[in-house]
Structures are given as structure tokens and as C-alpha cells.
């Protein structure tokens, strides 16, 4: 069984440099997704800090995603780091096992939610 590797970027941007580290992400969106291996790739702000964006990539392989780090792409990314207002947090997690939404309802002994 492989195991799926998933990516979680937090970037704190510096006010003022919101709307340009917006305009990066969205740029990025639909071509990352389009990438051999790409299962997932998702980008958030926090409703209150509105200057943190999160990026939540999934990755079918490690190959995959080293793939993705080495692209000009991911480049441009690390690139932003003039509009944060500190360093990117960057994690990322090898997962072997995935559990839906039967897992809570098998524990709450309900039917569907």
C-alpha cells in the first residue's frame, strides 16, 4: 500500500501585501492541480487573520511531490517570501490510512450525518 503525502503551507503576509500574495496563489492553483501526482491542491485564508493563507497539497508519491519542490513553480512560491511578515510553515505528512465520515457515525451510533 502507498502511502499519500500531504502539504500544509501557512504563510503570514504582511497587510499590505495581500492582494499581491493572493493574485501568486490563485495563479498557482489550477496548474499545480494539473501536475502528475497532484491529488488535491487547495488554498485558504483565515476568516480571522485574514492575512494567513494556507496551501493543502496531496500527492500521490513522494516522487511526486519532490517533483513539485525542484518545479519553477514551487520556486516562484518561496519566492513570496518578501510579503510575509514571517517565515512559511511548512509541514509535511506521509499518511497510510484515510478515515471518512462512517468512522463518525460508527462511534456516535448514527446513521448517516
Do not use: Y
Not at 492582494?19 to 498557482?28: G, H, I, N, R, V
Not at 491542491?41 to 513522494?62: A, M, P, Q, Y
Not at 513539485?68 to 510553515?89: C, D, M, N, W
Request: charged letters at 25%; proline letters at 2%.
Amino acid at each position: 500500500m502507498t502511502a499519500m503525502i500531504i502539504v500544509r503551507i501557512i504563510m503570514n503576509v504582511l497587510p499590505e501585501k495581500h492582494k499581491e500574495m493572493m493574485q501568486t496563489l490563485l495563479s498557482m492553483i489550477e496548474v499545480v492541480g494539473k501536475e502528475k501526482g497532484c491529488l488535491s491542491h487547495e488554498v485558504s485564508c483565515d476568516l480571522e487573520g485574514n492575512n494567513v493563507f494556507t496551501v493543502i497539497e496531496e500527492w500521490e508519491t513522494r516522487e511526486d511531490l519532490d517533483r513539485h519542490i525542484r518545479s519553477e513553480r514551487f520556486s516562484a512560491l518561496l519566492g513570496t517570501k518578501s510579503l510575509l511578515a514571517k517565515p512559511s510553515e511548512i509541514n509535511i505528512h506521509t499518511v497510510s490510512l484515510s478515515e471518512g465520515v462512517e468512522v463518525v457515525n460508527a462511534l456516535r451510533g448514527k446513521g448517516n450525518l
